[in-house]
């Protein structure tokens, strides 16, 4: 069973995690880097890398999927800016922004990761840790941007199972 330390992050350091709670851990360590800017390898090596110490494979997983963010903004945010409409940016929840970065990185550079996979892992993320409301949010402007990389042929995923073929193309 999950044990949280005095600031409610997981501490398992004898237990691998599974992808939703690496997930947990990559949403709170950029919110930390959103709150208060600090430096981003030193913050992951603090709130992920000390957590995962005997989880080489979670913690491959975990440097990834914040890299990816973290090198990525611009493009996340833009596909954010594009698909919540009526919204800017800076007035989407901390938590909801974080959670489309993440699920928008994985759904342009995780290969392996199915989309559904990406957009449900998403929704489970705010509805633990935003609003009420934010599951519903989160979940509309993640199908427009998935519409939008499919339409323009912008998602590549490879594996067994993870590449998509619409009815038209049967």
């Known amino acids: 069973m999950p044990r949280f330390d005095e600031a409610g992050l997981f501490r398992m ?28 390898e030193y913050l992951y090596r603090e709130l992920i890398a000390s957590r995962l110490e005997h989880d080489p494979v979670g913690r491959e997983f975990t440097w990834k999927l914040y890299r990816r963010v973290l090198d990525h903004l611009d493009v996340l945010d833009a596909f954010i800016e594009r698909h919540a409409t009526n919204w800017d940016l800076e007035r989407i929840a901390v938590l909801d922004r974080i959670a489309l970065r993440m699920a928008i990185a994985e759904l342009l550079y995780f290969e392996d990761i199915p989309p559904k996979v990406s957009l449900d892992e998403a929704i489970e993320l705010v509805k633990k840790f935003s609003t ?8 509309g402007v993640l199908d427009s941007i998935l519409q939008e990389l499919r339409r323009t042929g912008r998602l590549h ?4 199972g993870l590449i998509e073929t619409s009815l038209d193309e049967e």
């Open 13 to 40: 350091p004898t237990e691998w995690l599974d992808r939703h709670a690496l997930r947990e851990l990559v949403l709170q360590t950029l919110y930390a880097y959103e709150l208060g800017r600090q430096d981003p």
């Open 132 to 139: 009420e409301e934010s599951h519903r949010f989160v979940n």
């Open 157 to 160: 995923k490879t594996g067994r």
